[in-house]
Structure formats: structure tokens, C-alpha cells
């Protein structure tokens, strides 16, 4: 009538108020951490591939400490230098709204080069420029969407420039959502609306970029470009790079204490495991090895038992923190990441499978625990019978 | 036969529980090992069970010592050979009746099937079949006693070991037991009462009687 797996099925109902505890404050630990992680590598994954489309270089302007302009004269002296394949200025620059303090990141962008409408039109599907140039407009982030919502800019929006002039831009569509932890608080407009918004003359540009195909010709071109001006300066690629390692560092930080919190959580577990291997426990396995179990069939049970306790946990757990996170788009854990500084983020986290740190995770909360309960188990099964049933 | 020679169990050293013990039980013989509370007969019926080691000496089961046996042959034998029925209800108590019984099959290697029939024929057997899927705590102590009688007889075994069985039962319930007794001894089987129930004095299908006293039979 009972096999084995029929006996522990028994076993782990037997124990189901310890069971559920210990199930669910597992379940509720492994949660927490596969969400963190989740949302980190979510993170770390949309930030490697923006860095991907930066520029090998980046050139600014600098006089006695200030960033300049940088006028356009330097793309033209730029793209004569061997190996540099594509050179572009840029215009950007923060627009204030005082009453609200908030800030709108204003991109310019020319429509008439080619890799520029390109990258747009992979953006915005559908794209329909001759509507967009047929009056003053501008794409918006979801986070500026959502100001402008608030306020009633339902079809344009009135820019103050430097000037005090008033430069009326309409609203031709929103950023799609995917685009959201860079483009949350961004506003693409022609580059000549852009410059009469940020104040900029028509011969200049916030900074430019170079793009080398060759490798090999970085150095050599990077030492160009510090002679080529006094008061030049050069951004790598690699620099960016650090910039967001850094970034993610910092978040990584978040991460680390919220694991170091889960792993106090889960040694208090292992210890009230460890000294509540109770009574109950000693008597069943003082009953089993008198019907004639041998001590290491009593352990591969228990551990069975045991294994299943926790793997089924931790299995709910990360489905819970897949749903949490994919689904639910991770309600205050989000904040903690993303942070509110200027406009709340719109950003939905995208599923990149950490099997390394996941398999880590699981190995994590098996082991320590299986090893809690099988040292205690061990004593209770070599101790004689005898002595357990009295 | 079970055959004990100069079996000693000492305590910190310097305690005797058993001392000097030289008995012998013969197949198919009920044995009664009577004497006051503390007197060493429940360690003696440990020894005897392989739940417990001597500090010297020998028990010999047919031959061969148990005492010298490692943990997997000493479980073999409670397997196989053995049915014990304890004093207290040593039983799962959030299993039924059935479960708690077939509990002691799950090593044999048999079918599901035919370990359902032996549950089946052995409730029959001790009139507690109607409980089979009752649990535990809804059982009187006399159905408990019946479902630990059941799960040591179930397998079979040549030898039955009792501690103190009637302990925790009233004596119509201890009477009934005797009957069991009674019937187990029918089948050919070796039976060791330890006890100090007077319920046991006179009783006909009792073959040997050994009094231990400190230790030391006497």
C-alpha cells in the first residue's frame, strides 16, 4: 500500500505547519533576490547594448573649464583624418521647467543625413516624414507624454528659448516603450528648432563624433584629434563604458544589501532548522529504523524530503519574481533602481536568462540548507534507538 | 532459538543495567522476562531488538551474534526477523491505520497489491479492519495497541519482542491481548514478554519465566 515515494509524500504532509513556514518564507526570500536580479540584469543588458550604438569618440569643447559649443567647421577638418569613417555633430541640451522643475533632455536631429533617418525610422515604425516636416514637431519620451498630459499639451507644446521668444513645436508621436530607460525623458525635433530652443548659433553643434572602423587606427586617431586643438575634449567609447559600469555598480550596491539582508533571513532559517529537528523528527526516525531502514536510506529520504521542500520553493520564487518583474513591471523594487530624480521612468524590463547566477542562487539555498538538516539528522540516526523512544 | 552469553550493559562507566546474563529462548516458546521497574529487562529486550549494543557479550539469533552486527546487517534483521510492540504508541499519528501498518512493507520489495491484501488479512486478523483508514488520534489505546501488534506482525517475523505491552491498557484490553498472544503463538512463533503486569502470573501458554532483579537474573 506505501512505497517510498508514497511514505514521503506522507512524511511532508505529516509536517505541513512546519513545511508551509518554512515553504513560504523561503519562496517569499528567493522571490526578492531572483526579482533583483532579474531587474539588474535587465538593466545591465539594455545599458551594454545602448553602449553599443555610442560613438568610438566624442568631442567637446572646453574653455577655462566651461563646455562650449564646438563649431562645425571642426566636422569637416575631422572627417580628413585616415581612418575616421563617419563624423557627426550633435545638438542636445537640457531644457528647465522651473514651475515643475523638471528637465527635458532636447535632441536635434537632421533629417537629411541618411544614418540619422534611418536609426529613426527602425525607431518609429511608420514614420511619416513629410507630415513631421510639414510643420515645427517633435517626438517625445513617455515620461514628457505624461507631463504634457497632465498639463494639457495634448497636440503642441510652447518653448521659452534663451531669447524669451516663444517657439510653438507639435507633438507628432510618442517614443515606443522599449526605448524608455534612455528615452524616458527625451524630445527629438529637427536640429534647427533644436538649436533656436537651446539657444545655440546655426554653425554649431554640442559636441561631434567620430566613428573608426579599424581598430588599430584609435590611438593614432585619438592623438590627431589632441593636436588638432588646445582646447579639445576627447570621450571614448571605453570612458562611457566606465560611466555605466560605474552606474551599475552603484546599483549593483542595492542589490548586494538587499542580498546580504535575504542571506541573514535565510541563516536564521537554517539555524531554527538546525535546532528544531525536533522530537517528532527523532521519534519517526527511531520508528522507521526499528521496522529495519538502514541509517542511510533514513538520510536519502530526509534529504529527498527536503530537497523537494526547497526546490519547489525556490522554483515559485522565480516564477513569482519572473511574473513580479516581466509582468508586473516590479512595483517599488523599479523605483529603487530606475529612481524618480526627474520624470518617473516607463521603462518594462525584458527577460535576459541569467543561468549562471540563477543556478548560483539555487546552489546558494540548497546546500546550506540541506547541510542544516542532515548534520541534526545524522546525530538523531546513529544515536541508539533505544535512547530515542526511551 | 536465541542463545545470550555473559551479556553486560554498563552505564558511565561504572553502572551495570545488565550484568552477567546467560538465558535462552527457545523457537516457538513464549518467554516472560518479569521484574520491578528499572530492573534492566527493557535494555535486555533493546539488546535482543538490535536498537541497542551491549557492552560485551553475545546474543546469538540462530546461530549468529547480532550483537557483532554493523548497522545494515542489524536493520536486515529487524526487517526480517523481528516484530517489536512497543509500551508506549510508538505510531504516526497523521497517518491512518493502514498507512501506519504497510509502513513496515515498504522495504520488503513487494507489490502494491499484495502489500494491500497483507494489511487487509492482518486488520482482519486483530479486528481492526473497519479502522483501516481512521487516523491515528481517533483510536482508544486498545485499537492502538492492535495497530502496532499489526504493523510488528505484518512482515511476518519468526520472533516477537514485547515491552511492557499491557502497560497502557485497560484490562479488558489486556486480556484481549493475551488472546493475540495466544494466537501468535498458534502460528510457531518466538515470543518474548518483557513485564511486570501480575496479568501475565499463571498464565498456561507461558514456557519459561526469568526474573530479573538489578541487573542479574535470578
Given amino acids: ?390 | 532459538m536465541i542463545e545470550i552469553k555473559e551479556l553486560c550493559k554498563i552505564y558511565d562507566d561504572d553502572f551495570y543495567s545488565l550484568k552477567d546474563i546467560n538465558l535462552l529462548f527457545k523457537t516457538g516458546e513464549l518467554s516472560l522476562i518479569y521484574g520491578e521497574s528499572g530492573s534492566g529487562k527493557s535494555t535486555l529486550l533493546s539488546i535482543i531488538a538490535a536498537i541497542s549494543k551491549p557492552t560485551s557479550g553475545e546474543i546469538r539469533v540462530d546461530g549468529e551474534n547480532i550483537a557483532a552486527y554493523n548497522d545494515y546487517f542489524a536493520s536486515s534483521y529487524r526487517e526480517k526477523q523481528l516484530g517489536f510492540i512497543t509500551q508506549e504508541f510508538h505510531l504516526f499519528e497523521s497517518f491512518s491505520v493502514a498507512q501506519n501498518i504497510s509502513v513496515a512493507l515498504t522495504l520488503s520489495g513487494i507489490s502494491l497489491q499484495e502489500s494491500k491484501e497483507k494489511v487487509l488479512n492482518i486488520a482482519k486478523k486483530l479486528g481492526i479492519e473497519h479502522k483501516l483508514q481512521s487516523k491515528i488520534s481517533s483510536l482508544s489505546g486498545g485499537e492502538k495497541q492492535r495497530c502496532i501488534i499489526a504493523r510488528a506482525l505484518v512482515n511476518e517475523p519468526q520472533i516477537i519482542l514485547c515491552d511492557e505491552p499491557t502497560a497502557n491498557l485497560d484490562r479488558s484490553n489486556a486480556l484481549k491481548f493475551i488472546e493475540i498472544l495466544k494466537e501468535i503463538k498458534r502460528e510457531g512463533k518466538s515470543i518474548i514478554v518483557v513485564t511486570h503486569d501480575t496479568i501475565f502470573d499463571n498464565l498456561d501458554i507461558v514456557d519459561a519465566r526469568f526474573k530479573i532483579k538489578d541487573g542479574v537474573i535470578e
Fill in chain 1, 1 to 390: 500500500m506505501l512505497s517510498k515515494i508514497n511514505l514521503l509524500f506522507l512524511l511532508l504532509y505529516s509536517h505541513k505547519h512546519r513545511n508551509i513556514g518554512i515553504f513560504l518564507i523561503l519562496t517569499l526570500l528567493v522571490t526578492l533576490l531572483s526579482s533583483v536580479l532579474f531587474i539588474a540584469s535587465s538593466i545591465k543588458q539594455e545599458l551594454l547594448q545602448t553602449l553599443d550604438s555610442q560613438a568610438d569618440f566624442t568631442v567637446e569643447r572646453y574653455e577655462a573649464g566651461k563646455l562650449l559649443n564646438t563649431p562645425n567647421t571642426w566636422v569637416d577638418e575631422f572627417i580628413k583624418f585616415n581612418g575616421v569613417t563617419n563624423v557627426q555633430g550633435r545638438v542636445y541640451g537640457i531644457h528647465y521647467y522651473e514651475p515643475k522643475e523638471t528637465y527635458f533632455m532636447i535632441v536635434g536631429i537632421d533629417l537629411y543625413e541618411k544614418q540619422v533617418l534611418s536609426t529613426l525610422e527602425d525607431l518609429m515604425d511608420g514614420l511619416d516624414l513629410e507630415k513631421f516636416l510639414s510643420k515645427k514637431s517633435m517626438i517625445i519620451g513617455r515620461g514628457v507624454k505624461e507631463f504634457f498630459d497632465e498639463y494639457q499639451y495634448k497636440d503642441y507644446y510652447i518653448f521659452r528659448p534663451p531669447d524669451r521668444s516663444r517657439e510653438k513645436i507639435y507633438i507628432y508621436d510618442t517614443l515606443p516603450e522599449e526605448s524608455s530607460l534612455i528615452g524616458n525623458d527625451m524630445i527629438l525635433m529637427e536640429i534647427s528648432n533644436a538649436r533656436k530652443i537651446l539657444g545655440m548659433g546655426e554653425n554649431q553643434f554640442s559636441d561631434i563624433i567620430l566613428e573608426v572602423k579599424n581598430e588599430e587606427e584609435m590611438q593614432k586617431v585619438e592623438e590627431k584629434l589632441i593636436l588638432s586643438h588646445f582646447n579639445i575634449r576627447i570621450i571614448k567609447k571605453s570612458d562611457i563604458e566606465k560611466f555605466y559600469v560605474n552606474l551599475f555598480n552603484y546599483k549593483g550596491g542595492i542589490f548586494l544589501s538587499l542580498f546580504l539582508i535575504s542571506l541573514f533571513a535565510f541563516s536564521i532559517i537554517l539555524y531554527q532548522r538546525y535546532s528544531i529537528v525536533s522530537k517528532m523528527d527523532a521519534k519517526e526516525i527511531a520508528l522507521l529504523r526499528m521496522m529495519g531502514w538502514r541509517i542511510k536510506e533514513i538520510i536519502y529520504l530526509k534529504v529527498v524530503e527536503n530537497f523537494l521542500l526547497i526546490s519547489v520553493a525556490y522554483m515559485m520564487g522565480v516564477i513569482f519574481a519572473y511574473l513580479y518583474v516581466f509582468i508586473f513591471d516590479a512595483p517599488l523594487l523599479k523605483d529603487i533602481f530606475l529612481g524618480f530624480k526627474n520624470l518617473e521612468n516607463h521603462v518594462s524590463f525584458h527577460f535576459y536568462p541569467d543561468i549562471e547566477i540563477l543556478s548560483l542562487l539555487y546552489l546558494v539555498f540548497v546546500i546550506p540548507f540541506l547541510i542544516s538538516i542532515l548534520i541534526p539528522l545524522y546525530k538523531i540516526s546513529v544515536t541508539e534507538i533505544q535512547e530515542v523512544i526511551g
